[in-house]
């Protein structure tokens, strides 16, 4: 068994899409990020990873390269699976946790386990989503921490 850790976060600006989960949640605000910014996806992404000592998603897709401009979030947990895979790793739960002030994210609660369900090929029960809030500590960010265990 394994076990990877991973966290992300990115600041909030007006004008920009929020993606999280692989989903554009309406907002006012979404990530400044190089990429499309879902800090969601960023942090598993890490945490498969660093399940294997794979380094982190900054070493296999720095934002000092001009391919990642404005690339989606799945491009790269896909490529984390594919590596995993490849080390006979086999992806059995996840833990997600998701700092966000505003918008509220309880309304989006299905659509994002069940998109991360079909990302991820796993059982929406062995997917665990949790919503919090910084209490006004730092409105202006989202933050997402994300726990992984794989067989293998």
């Known amino acids: 068994m394994r076990i990877g850790y ?76 594919i590596r995993v895979a490849g080390l006979g790793g086999k992806l059995l739960q996840v833990s997600l946790v998701l700092t966000l002030d505003r918008p509220k994210l309880n309304p989006h609660r299905e ?7 079909r990302l991820l090929g796993l059982p929406k029960d062995r997917i665990g989503l949790a919503f919090k809030t910084s209490e006004g500590l730092s409105p202006s960010h989202v933050q997402a921490r994300a726990v992984v265990l794989l067989d293998g």
Do not use: K
Not at 6 to 12: N, R, Y
Not at 46 to 63: E, H, S, T
């Open 111 to 117: 659509a994002l386990v069940a998109n991360l369900s």
């Open 6 to 81: 991973g966290e992300d976060s990115h600041l909030l600006a007006e004008g920009r899409p929020l993606y999280l989960c692989g989903l554009e949640i309406p907002s006012p605000v979404g990530a400044l990020a190089h990429s499309d910014g879902d800090a969601a996806l960023h942090a598993l992404t890490d945490a498969l990873l660093a399940a294997y000592g794979l380094g982190d998603i900054g070493l296999l897709f720095p934002d000092t390269d001009p391919r990642w401009q404005g690339v989606r979030s799945e491009v790269f947990l896909g490529e984390a699976l």
